[in-house]
């Protein structure tokens, strides 16, 4: 009998589970609520949204919107349910979240090839199994995960930093240079963007950082001092001193403007997020602020007046391993065949792009089984991109990502078009022909 262990009947879990199951697999789900609750969840339902009831965009020439019509050509199951539980939301498609968890724990629960446990997993079973436990991982199963993985390639918290789009950094402003020239980079003017502020300048986003609104933490954040210590966001270090970040992520040494020849009074440093250099991260500058304040302050800073952002800061509790020193893009661990992980514990972000990968994991974990070759989806997908991106992003700095046209191979420069939704919409079409041509290994 081929049978399958799977841990988190959230999103993932959930979706690995029905692919696995629809392909004969006996699986086994084990999800710990109600008998052990995490932080945030408040219900006993698989897949409960925890926070926005809203999947993203459904437009197929947005970057979520195309992760949904790849997984609608793929059979999603969870994207099935939320199509079927869709409430008025424009061009965004959001559910009937209690009507979403209800038809998706149903299902789960009746289906021929799947046997439901309610039941906290402490350790990793020995055998065919995908670990889908997401961000709020039970702390026994964390620590065997750890184990597993070696200290130091499992973190428990999240800092994150925003991502500007590299298209829509001004150059004019913005210069490329390493600290003292330093030599040895990629780029031979320097791996680095920097944005140059004027004393004013400083004291004018110094002045908005601390008037900004904030995220409120919730409880369970709070009460880690840890937490909190070690990843200080940017509003707080200004809090406590004008001049804290200027002496901090924003100082200048070692630079020179080439627009004035002389050193800035304090820089904001920009360092390559992806492959392709169509992203760039903000060194340093971890927030918590409302994302809308988010992008009202960062365009004050000089050179990013009309930067677009592909993932805001963000802080809060996040349990996710080192993926691309530990996972295949088959979301297969390297070093156990067996063994799969799942959803936002391997660093994707974002309610489809989770299940997506619950779909990868699941639909892979069957293939093992059934002694087929594992499925890579190309990376010209979405799909495939953000399996490619947790599996080979740089592992010094790793951070969980969501879906977004930064991750896909560019285009064709000779037929690029220059309009950024003409751009998408290529992208998108390239995409799903990719999807298209597949599919029939799947
Ligand atoms: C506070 C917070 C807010 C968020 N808000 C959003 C948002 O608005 N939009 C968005 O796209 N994403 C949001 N996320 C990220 C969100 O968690 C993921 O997008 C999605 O829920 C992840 O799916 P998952 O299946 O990986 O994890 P989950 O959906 O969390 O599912 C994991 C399941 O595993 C179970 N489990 C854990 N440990 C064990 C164990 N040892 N044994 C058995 N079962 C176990 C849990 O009970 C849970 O049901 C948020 C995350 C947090 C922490």
Known sequence: MLSLTIIGGGLAGS???WQAAERSIDVT????RPIRNTPAHTTDQLAELICSNSLGSNLPDRASGLLKAEL??????????????????????????ERFAQIITERIAQHPHIELRREEVKSIPPGPCIIASGPLTADDLAHDIAH?????????????????????IDLTIAFRQSRYGKTGESEPDGDYLNCPFTKEEYDTFIEALLAAERIELRDFEREDAKFFEGCLPIEIMAKRGHDSLAYGPMKPIGLR???????????VQ????????????IVGFQTNLKWSEQKRVLRLIPGLAKAEFSRYGML???????????LNPTMQFRTRADLFFAGQITGVEGYIGNAGSGLVAGINAARLLNNEALLEFPPMTMLGALCYYVTHADPKDFQPMKANYGILPPLDASQSPRGKRDRFRMFSQRALNAMGEILPLV
């Open 257 to 267: 403007d080439p627009r004035t020849g002389k050193r800035p009074h304090a820089v």
């Open 270 to 281: 920009l360092r390559q997020d992806n492959l392709a250099g169509t992203l760039y991260n």
């Open 316 to 326: 809060h509790r996040n349990t996710f391993i080192n993926s691309p020193l530990l």
């Open 148 to 168: 597993l993985t070696g200290q130091g390639q499992l973190y428990f918290y999240d800092a994150i930093a925003p991502i500007v789009e590299a298209d829509s």
């Open 29 to 32: 789900l084990y999800e710990m």
């Open 15 to 17: 979706e690995a589970a």
């Open 72 to 97: 609608r050509l793929l059979n999603s199951f969870i994207l099935r349910i939320a199509d079927e539980t869709a409430v008025p939301a424009g061009g965004a498609l959001a559910v009937d979240r």
